[in-house]
Nanobody, 127 residues
Framework: QVELMESGGGSVQAGGSLKLSCTWT????????WGWFRQSPGKEREGVVS????????YLSDSLKGRFTNSRDAAKKTFYLQMDSLEPDDSGMYYC????????????????????WGQGTQVTVSL
């Protein structure tokens, strides 16, 4: 049984930074693809970044390039999402997820491709 748990959310002012963590338990050998997603009230869940650690592949949403970066610490069983220069539009619930299906390009950020989800961590950015 794979379980994911996000942490690190909070409230920051515009221009600030947050680093989110996603810690997993269980056997993830069958899950080559990991992703971060976010969702604001009234909006659809949006893909932030998709990672395939086994081949060192990362697909980041174009709108977030230069501000968001991801990393992983396998020894700590944790993925990270570093978010800099935060804007109010970045507010929302952030989720990490895992998938068995690698997909190329923008399809890598499709929520329906992901099977395992964490409970989310809230990010609030104020002016």
């Amino acid at each position: 049984q794979v379980e994911l748990m996000e942490s690190g959310g909070g409230s920051v002012q515009a221009g600030g930074s947050l680093k989110l963590s996603c810690t997993w338990t269980g056997n993830i050998k069958h899950l080559p693809v990991w992703g971060w997603f976010r969702q604001s009230p009234g909006k659809e869940r949006e893909g932030v970044v998709s990672i395939v650690p086994g081949i060192g592949s990362t697909y980041l949403s174009d709108s977030l390039k230069g501000r968001f970066t991801n990393s992983r610490d396998a020894a700590k069983k944790t993925f990270y999402l570093q978010m800099d220069s935060l804007e109010p539009d970045d507010s929302g619930m952030y989720y990490c997820a895992a998938s068995v299906n690698p997909r190329p390009g923008p399809k890598a950020l499709a929520p329906l491709e992901y099977t395992y989800w964490g409970q989310g961590t809230q990010v609030t950015v104020s002016l």
